[in-house]
């Protein structure tokens, strides 16, 4: 069974700019979670998607944005970059229903560098 | 709001000497406790999930345990093979409506020398 894809791996981007990240998780799991992980502040949680609504937000600035998509699939975007976005950025997925508490599964991430 | 403190922060041994990690939380209600291991540019792998005080899971060489305010990991006779970060985190219940984001600590970098 295939992993958690995630792409790029690797982005360089220039403050200012936008930039978006896929996400494609687990073959038949529908919740798809966002993490943003630095060195000083460790796995902080962006968001959650499940069936194509977003169940829950972390404390990041509306610069930080998300969908989902019909597949599951889903996308994060952030604009107007700046040096704190460099980051790495993690995707993860889960069989999560109302309810029901699963394990969540990580992709390996994006490393996202803004110069 | 949750909050997940781990200790030590790092970790040093040599093969074979066993050793604990601690995961102290603070939640309104544990809907669930989890064990991640990390290694260098890649995600977090799943390990455990621990659900109530009492609650024991091992696999290989690790064994996690769980309190009403922590939980540990307990490596016995590690191997270098098992030097990576080792992240906990806790999942809140929450009334009104759901809530299913993960709370992380900062994880303990453990290295097993040869």
């Known amino acids: ?115 | 709001e949750d909050q997940v403190t781990q200790s030590p922060e790092a970790l040093r041994l040599q093969e074979g000497e066993s050793s604990s990690l601690n995961c102290s939380y603070t939640v309104s209600g544990l809907r669930g406790l989890f064990w991640y291991r990390q290694d260098p540019g890649k995600g977090p792998e799943f390990l455990f999930t621990l659900y109530s005080a009492g609650e024991e899971k091992e696999k290989e060489r690790l064994k996690a345990t769980l309190t009403k305010k922590e939980s540990f990991l307990h490596i016995t006779a590690p191997k270098p093979e098992d030097s990576a970060t080792y992240l906990c985190a806790v999942q809140a219940w929450r009334s009104g409506g759901s809530n299913y984001k993960l709370t992380f600590g900062k994880g303990t970098l453990l290295t097993v020398n040869p």
């Open chain 1, 1 to 115: 069974k295939a992993g958690v894809t995630q792409t790029p791996r690797y982005l360089i981007k220039t403050r200012g700019q936008q930039v978006t990240l896929s996400c494609s998780p687990i073959s038949g799991h529908r919740s798809v979670s966002w993490y943003q992980q630095t060195p000083g502040q460790g796995l902080q949680f962006l968001f959650e998607y499940f069936s194509e609504t977003q169940r829950n937000k972390g404390n990041f600035p509306g610069r930080f944005s998300g969908r989902q998509f019909s597949n599951s699939r889903s996308e994060m975007n952030v604009s107007t970059l700046e040096l704190g976005d460099s980051a790495l950025y993690l995707c993860a997925s889960s069989l999560t229903s109302s309810g029901s508490t699963y394990e969540q599964y990580f992709g390996p991430g994006t490393r996202l560098t803004v110069t």
